[in-house]
């Protein structure tokens, strides 16, 4: 693993950041408290789960340490941060202002110690979520570009759970690997940037008083 793969695989990350900064921005005030406190732990879980595993072969690249802790929590935390914020965004776009998801919430809550075949359910389950509410926002406001940029992502996304499956010994493995996930992110970031600007758009111009 050399230095410019352990950097480059901040970028993802990065990005990832971005397209959450921004569904934040635009949900605050349309969750219910609940379901913004849970899209909001589950958005920043996977930010922290990719960044530490980022910071774990950036250490490692440098010879400065081998922290594989950083490496072995990133899937059970990343897969339940997407359980978590994709509960919050299916629920928010299927049944808006209906203060009664908090009940769905408190159900979707997952058992932290358990194999790692569950967290594979998980991670695709709220993959599923996370990009099928953003689908349906898409879907509603019209933006055929969104929702192909959304199955696009989420194709992506799950090829990097079977890459994860292969040896990943050899540089070309982990090249592709990082290609595959900067791809669905931008992919991710380029439609959440249309449905917000479409909400934008489309808002009525306030009248000027007389």
């Not at 969750?31 to 922290?48: D, H, K, N, P, V």
């Not at 933006?143 to 194709?155: C, E, N």
């Not at 992506?156 to 982990?174: E, I, Q, R, V, W």
Request: hydrophobic share 55%; aromatic share 12%.
């Amino acid at each position: 693993m050399s230095v410019s793969m352990a950097i480059a695989d901040f970028i993802p990350v990065v990005i990832f950041l971005l397209t959450s900064m921004i569904l934040r921005k635009e949900y605050y005030g349309r969750m219910s408290r609940s379901m913004y406190s849970l899209f909001s732990a589950g958005t920043i879980m996977i930010f922290m789960a990719g960044a530490l595993k980022a910071l774990w072969k950036f250490l490692y690249a440098a010879g400065i340490c081998d922290f594989d802790k950083l490496n072995h929590m990133f899937f059970p935390v990343q897969s339940i941060g997407f359980v978590f914020a994709g509960t919050a965004m299916l629920l928010t776009v299927l049944f808006r202002h209906h203060r009664k998801n908090k009940v769905y919430a408190a159900a979707a809550v997952p058992a932290v110690y358990s194999g790692t075949m569950l967290f594979v359910a998980m991670m695709i389950l709220g993959l599923m979520g996370f990009l099928g509410g953003l689908i349906i926002e898409a879907s509603r406001k019209k933006k055929t570009a969104a929702i192909l940029l959304f199955v696009v992502s989420f194709v992506m996304l799950l090829a990097m759970g079977y890459l994860a499956t292969k040896d990943f010994s050899k540089p070309f493995m982990n090249w592709l690997a990082e290609i595959i996930n900067a791809i669905g992110q931008l992919c991710m970031l380029a439609g959440t940037i249309m449905i917000v600007s479409a909400k934008k758009k489309e808002e009525p111009v306030p009248a000027e008083n007389a």
